[in-house]
């Protein structure tokens, strides 16, 4: 059965509660034990799936198609453990599955309220899968205090009161602010924070503080005074210069010693850390630098596309290079020449997004990676634009378009080789939708097969013919215009394996252009680099002249 490692946060939020959840995971796996990470969510939204990426970042996607939080990204990363669709919970879901079982009858006509029916749905969903793994680490969003997330507060402490003595652990995630003026780090808002999480109940076994600097001895025992923790379970966590550093540090901080402590786990199997030191020689040690433009919609906030500046970073370390990813308001390109703003770089990535806005400055974007032989990968939207370029510039197609932009055929004679997709096969079910359902949870999610061509790019880097990857997506490029487009150039190297939905294409006699229907960036670790990325790296490092 496992053991229960609750992760909260306290004083403010964005402290990296996602990150030393899944550092603490990693470590405990080179110890020789399972793992499985999840988030609890406070926020009322069922899912992430219909927020602004301004809002919530982005939204990774699981091989079950469940639209999650972008920390299951870090988990999967950091740990290797495919995230489930049991691995992310809302508020939100929380209640709607509450008051469908009250309309069901399910609960006898009892008085419905938060305890003890909201908070034993939480326990339930915490309890899923309990005895697949060694440890089970749950962390809680939000900061302590915030009134959303009290519920899932109190399902927490009394599941720790459910379980045997010994079998949960809570572990404290705060800020030491430096005070430069008095040349002070302060240790009173980490003891309100605790204070604050004490008096509903819950009491702090680790302490992790994050600051900028070192904290020094007195400062560790003072907050092991007040906080009563024990003086080695106060945790620093410095800032990095990256955050695959992170299992090292927390390590030579003794985390995953004190968590093994916590349960009397006695003697501790020893760590194999030696993965994770080769990739923080890779990312300290770098042979050279590539840039690379990212040419998105989404670029002011940099987590909107977090699993693909990491996938970057990830074919970096299979490279040995460091990536400098510089990201570019396609917007821009509608107004202006792309050439300034593009030359110089080694390649250019245009990834997934919705609407209009900025979808011809990505079409120029992709026109310039073409006709400049500069390496391309088109991600989702980025591939539809790929193609939407080639049907206007080489199959003499020049209103070629996407349905999602404009739904009137006979305007200005558009052609939509871009149309939304209604009926489409997972796995041995056939699934229908419409432009007017829901939007929630409606698209093409989660992992779908494909088949790769026989001596294509893709299935020389793949190095095999059937692949799986994770989409999310409602428009799909119309396999109609095939013909006119492979007799351009434009190569349709990947199909859905019943020969309807293209997944893949390619530009021949071209150094490295490469659009996917997909996300493989979902997929892409730093022990193991996603090999769309780490060839798209390579062929960037060509074209730079590094080797």
Known sequence: MARFIFITGGVVSSLGKGLASA?????????????????LDPYLNVDPGTMSPFEHGEVFVTDDGAETDLDLGHYERFTGVAARMTDSISAG??????????????????????????????????????????F?????????????????FE?????????????????????????????????????????????????????????????????????????????????????????YEAPLAYHREGMDQAVLDAFHISP?????????????????????????????????LEDAYKSIAEALTHGGIANRVRVKAEWIDAEIFEREDPAPWL????????????????????????????TRMVPYLGICLGMQMAVIEAARNLADLPNAGSEEFDHDAGKKRFTPVVYHLKEWVQGNAKVKRKLTDAKGGTMRLGAYDALLRTGS?????????????????????????????????LRFSGMSPDGRLPEIVEVEDHPWFIGVQFHPELKSKPLEPHPLFRDFVRAAKDNSRLV
């Open 343 to 370: 030359e110089g770089f080694d390649a250019i990535l245009v990834p997934g997004g919705f609407g209009e806005r900025g979808t011809e400055g990505k079409i120029k974007a992709a026109q310039f990676a073409r």
């Open 23 to 39: 550092a603490l995971g990693a470590l405990l796996q080179a110890r020789g034990f399972t793992v499985r990470l999840r988030k």
């Open 457 to 489: 790019r893709v299935a020389q880097i793949y190095g095999g013919l059937a692949i799986e990857e994770r989409h999310r997506h409602r428009y799909e490029v119309d396999i109609k215009y095939r013909d006119a487009l492979e007799a351009r150039g």
């Open 136 to 152: 089970m680490l749950c962390e809680i969003g939000g900061t302590v205090g915030d009134i959303e997330g009290l519920p899932f």
């Open 268 to 300: 501790a199997p020893k760590p194999d850390l030696s993965r994770w030191e080769d990739v923080a020689d890779r990312i300290a040690n770098p042979e050279g630098e590539v840039r690379v433009a990212v040419v998105g919609k989404y670029t002011q």
């Open 93 to 134: 879901r929380i209640y709607s599955n509450v008051l469908e079982k009250e309309r069901r009858g399910d609960y006898l006509g009892k008085t419905i309220q938060v305890i003890p029916h909201v908070t034993n749905e939480i326990k339930d969903f915490i309890r899923l899968g309990e005895d697949e793994v060694d």
């Open 155 to 243: 399902a927490i402490r009394q599941f720790s009161q459910d379980k045997p003595r010994g079998q949960c652990l809570f572990m404290h995630l705060t800020l030491l602010p430096y005070i430069k003026a008095s040349g002070e780090l302060k240790t009173k808002p980490t003891q309100h924070s605790v204070k604050e999480l004490r008096s509903i109940g819950i009491a702090p076994d680790i302490l992790v503080c994050r600051s900028e600097g070192p904290i020094p001895q007195k400062e560790r025992e003072k907050l092991a005074l007040f906080c009563n923790v024990r003086p080695d379970c106060v945790i620093a966590a410095q800032d990095l210069s990256s955050i």
